[in-house]
């Protein structure tokens, strides 16, 4: 552009120009035009890709928090059947299962049995102090 203003600028005062440089001055216009545009448009695929880097962050911020969901669903699951097979452990328990008595359905001792020897295994003793 600095180029064509200064062709311009020698043909106002009047020295010769070729024949390549006088037919860049009559496109002098076209050639402002055309770079505006390209500036609009570097513009636009500019705000473009801000939108798209804030669209693929809100995404994964999003992704991340139902990811801690599913993992404290999962945390949630995991204490509770922990819990429900600590009681197993307690001697009233065991023989409310055994009797079948206040609302435990009949175990047989086998089967009780493996759900105490199971709890055991999976429920880490728990520190009553702490």
């Known amino acids: 552009q600095l180029k064509l203003e200064d062709y311009k600028d020698r043909l106002k005062k ?3 120009l070729n024949q390549d440089q006088l037919e860049a001055v009559d496109k002098y216009d076209e ?8 500036k609009e448009l570097q513009k636009t695929f500019s705000g ?4 798209l880097l804030k669209a693929q962050k809100k995404a994964q ?3 991340s928090l139902l990811k801690l969901e599913a993992e404290k669903k999962k945390l ?10 600590q009681n197993f452990t307690q001697e009233h328990v065991q023989k409310d299962f055994k009797g079948g008595v206040n609302g435990a359905i009949y175990l047989p001792s ?7 020897r199971f709890a055991k295994l999976t429920c880490p ?3 009553e102090n702490l």
């Open 14 to 16: 009047g020295e010769a």
């Open 31 to 38: 050639v402002v035009h055309n770079l505006e545009f390209a």
């Open 48 to 51: 473009l890709s801000q939108d």
């Open 61 to 63: 911020r999003r992704e």
């Open 76 to 85: 949630r699951t995991i204490l509770q059947v922990q819990y429900v097979l």
């Open 110 to 116: 086998k089967e009780l049995d493996y759900l105490i």
């Open 125 to 127: 003793e728990r520190n």
